[in-house]
């Protein structure tokens, strides 16, 4: 499954294609940091402790943000340590607080399991509810090929 869209964060246009990738394949990257000039980098960290079963799809979501933009990463933060993105796992409908969330600020991701009940496909819910935390909205009316259809 092959999505783009684009991203503007920190000033700089991105554009990203979502693809699924393996769990495993997904690495974690360096502490977070804002990297000054042109080309800023700006890294946040999310949480996902509160996601049970939800990992693997988080992880891929991830990895397809971090290959194919370059101006935002995501990190898995460390235990105990404060992160911008808290992702917790629900009985209801994926929902995001609509950013872009900042370094040092804080969003929500709720990953709803009512979705995957009515056929979605999870990575492709974390990736799109990531999508909303980095400030992009539902687009409305979208094709369901497109990462942030609503």
């Not at 898995?76 to 009985?91: D, K, L």
Request: charged share 15%; proline share 6%; aromatic share 4%.
């Amino acid at each position: 499954m092959l999505n783009s869209i684009a991203l503007k964060a920190a000033g700089i246009a991105a554009a990203i294609t979502l693809t699924t990738v393996t769990a495993a394949s997904a690495t974690q990257a360096p502490a977070p940091h804002v990297t000054e000039g042109a080309a800023a980098v700006v890294t946040l960290r999310y949480d996902d402790s509160r996601a049970g079963g939800w990992e693997a799809a988080i992880a891929a979501g991830v990895a397809s943000w971090n290959s194919n933009v370059d101006n935002v990463k995501l990190v898995e933060a460390a235990p105990g340590a404060r992160a911008e993105i808290q992702i917790v796992a629900t009985s209801g409908w994926p929902q995001a607080t609509l950013g872009p969330v900042r370094p040092g600020g804080q969003v929500r991701v709720e990953l709803g399991s009512q979705a995957v009940g009515e056929g979605h496909d999870r990575t492709r819910i974390a990736a799109h509810e990531f999508g909303h935390s980095l400030g992009l909205p539902d687009t409305k009316p979208g094709p369901c090929s497109q990462l942030m259809s609503g």
